[in-house]
């Protein structure tokens, strides 16, 4: 049982180096490109987060005075 794991586990690593041959990585360029993509998408997120957040307080606050007084 023991060395019918020890095949598999082998078999399971050759499969594995065999499968990450077949990966075209990315150049430096490519990943430089995609990670300012991915930070400036972030930042528009985030200042589209800010901003809503501003309004909607602004918004409590205002119908919070009407209320009270």
Known sequence: MAEEKKKDR?????EMKSELKKV???TGK???KNT???LLCSLCVG???WIFDAVAMLA???LLG???G
Request: charged share 15%.
């Open 10 to 14: 082998g078999k399971w690593f050759r």
């Open 36 to 38: 300012g993509t991915v």
């Open 30 to 32: 490519d990943t430089a």
């Open 66 to 68: 009407v209320f009270a």
């Open 60 to 62: 409590v606050k205002s």
């Open 47 to 49: 200042a589209c987060i």
């Open 24 to 26: 075209v990585w990315p």
